[in-house]
C-alpha cells in the first residue's frame, strides 16, 4: 500500500544506495557488445592453437573457459524490483575479471586506486612519477622484454635503496623510500611499446626539480632533465643491455654507451591515470582498436606477468574501506511499502527500463 511521504517508510534493509545514469548504463551495455569480439579473439586462439599444437593442453582449456566467462560477464544481473515505486536495485553479477575485458578493466582500474591510493597520498610531498622506456619490439619478442624489465626494475630498485652500491656514485643522496611500479604496453600494428610508470617517493628529492640538462630525449619542446635523470636514463641502458653499472659506465662519455629514456617529475593529480590505468592500450588514443594478432600477441606475452608491484614502504599494502559512499538509503527511494521481487535481468532490458529508477547496492561497481 503506497504511503504519504511525510510517513516513515518501512523497509527491510538500510541499505545504501547510490543512482545509476542513464548515459553510464549505455556504456555499460556497449562494453558488453565489444566483448563479443574478444570472445571470438579467443575461440580462433584456442581453434589454431589446436589445429597447429601450439599450446599445451591446459593453456587451450584455460581459454575455452575465459572465452566462456567473458561471454557471460555483466550480461545478467540480480535485481530486486519495487513495482509500485518503479525502483530496481542491482544487487550483484557475475564478472570474468579477464585483463581483455572491457567491463572488467575499468572495475580491476578502482580496486587498484583504493586500495594504494590511500598510501601514495600519505607521501604526497616527496612523490614523483617517473617513467621507464625502452625500444618498441615486435609481438614475438614481447614476451621476453616485458620480464626482461621487471628484472632490470628490481635491480634498479636495489641500487636505489643501498642494497646495491657503485662505487664512485651516491644514489642514497636522493632518500629513496619505496614505489610503485605499473606496466602499460601501446601498440600499433605489429609494433609494441611496454614501458613502466612510477609512483616514487624521495625523502630528498628538491635535486629532482633541477632540470638543466640537455639530451636526446629533450625534444621539439627543449626539455631540460636533472643530474638524477641523466644518471637513470643511462643505468637503464646498462641495465637493459646487460652492461656493468660502473662508475666509469654511468657518468663517462663512452659513445658506445646509450640511454633509454627516463623522466621524473613531481606528481601530478592527473598522474594517478596512468598509475593505475589499463595495462594494454591498441592505441594511445583508442584502446579499443585491438586486432586479433594484437591480441594473440599480448595474451601469450602477458600470461603470468603482474601489472603493478609495490616496493619498500609500499609493500605489503592491505586494501582500505575507502568507500565514498554518502549515498541515500534505499528507503528514501521508496513510495511505497512493499517487497521486492528478485529475479535476473540481462543488461539489455534493463538499459531500456525506461518507467524505472536504477539504482546500485554498496560495494557493488559497475564497469564502463
Not at 605489429?190 to 625523502?203: I, L, T
Request: charged content about 25%.
Amino acid at each position: 500500500m503506497c504511503i504519504n511521504s511525510m510517513e516513515p517508510i518501512a523497509v527491510e534493509t538500510d541499505t545504501l544506495v547510490r543512482a545509476v545514469t542513464r548515459p553510464h548504463m549505455e556504456r555499460v551495455y556497449r562494453n558488453i557488445a565489444l566483448n563479443d569480439r574478444v570472445q571470438t579473439y579467443y575461440w580462433r586462439l584456442a581453434y589454431t592453437a589446436i589445429r597447429g599444437k601450439t599450446l599445451p593442453t591446459a593453456t587451450i582449456r584455460s581459454i575455452g573457459r575465459r572465452s566462456n566467462h567473458i561471454g557471460t560477464c555483466n550480461l545478467f544481473w540480480r535485481t530486486a524490483t519495487y513495482e509500485a515505486s518503479h525502483v530496481k536495485v542491482l544487487e550483484g553479477t557475475c564478472r570474468c575479471k579477464d585483463k581483455f575485458c572491457y567491463n572488467c578493466n575499468q572495475a580491476n582500474k578502482m580496486v587498484r586506486q583504493n586500495r594504494y591510493l590511500p598510501y601514495v597520498e600519505a607521501y604526497s610531498d616527496s612523490l614523483y612519477h617517473m617513467t621507464l622506456t625502452v625500444p618498441d619490439c615486435k609481438g614475438a619478442d614481447l614476451h621476453e622484454a616485458i620480464r626482461h624489465m621487471a628484472r632490470c626494475f628490481k635491480t634498479l630498485v636495489n641500487y636505489l635503496s643501498g642494497n646495491k652500491k657503485v662505487q664512485g656514485i651516491d644514489l642514497l643522496q636522493y632518500g629513496f623510500q619505496g614505489c610503485i611500479r605499473t606496466l602499460e604496453i601501446t601498440c600499433k600494428k605489429d609494433s609494441y611499446h611496454p614501458h613502466f610508470h612510477v609512483a616514487a617517493v624521495f625523502g630528498n628529492g628538491d635535486s629532482l626539480e633541477h632540470k638543466h640538462i640537455q639530451s636526446q630525449f629533450s625534444g621539439r619542446k627543449n626539455r631540460l632533465f636533472s643530474d638524477f635523470e641523466v644518471t637513470i636514463q643511462r643505468m637503464w641502458w646498462l641495465l637493459i643491455n646487460r652492461k656493468r653499472l660502473t662508475a666509469d659506465n654511468i657518468l663517462g662519455g663512452d659513445s658506445g654507451l646509450g640511454r633509454y629514456s627516463c623522466v621524473v617529475d613531481k606528481f601530478q593529480p592527473m598522474d594517478y591515470e596512468n598509475l593505475f590505468g589499463y595495462i594494454t592500450k591498441a592505441n594511445p588514443k583508442d584502446n579499443r582498436r585491438m586486432t586479433y594478432e594484437n591480441f594473440k600477441a599480448l595474451f601469450l606475452a602477458l600470461e603470468g606477468v603482474r601489472q603493478i608491484q609495490p616496493y619498500g614502504v609500499f609493500y605489503g599494502t592491505k586494501a582500505l574501506d575507502t568507500a565514498d559512499y554518502t549515498d541515500q538509503e534505499l528507503a528514501d527511494y521508496l513510495t511505497c511499502d512493499e517487497q521486492p521481487i528478485r529475479a535476473y535481468e540481462p543488461w539489455g532490458r534493463l538499459t531500456h527500463s525506461g518507467d524505472y529508477t536504477i539504482l546500485r547496492a554498496r560495494g557493488e561497481r559497475l564497469k564502463h
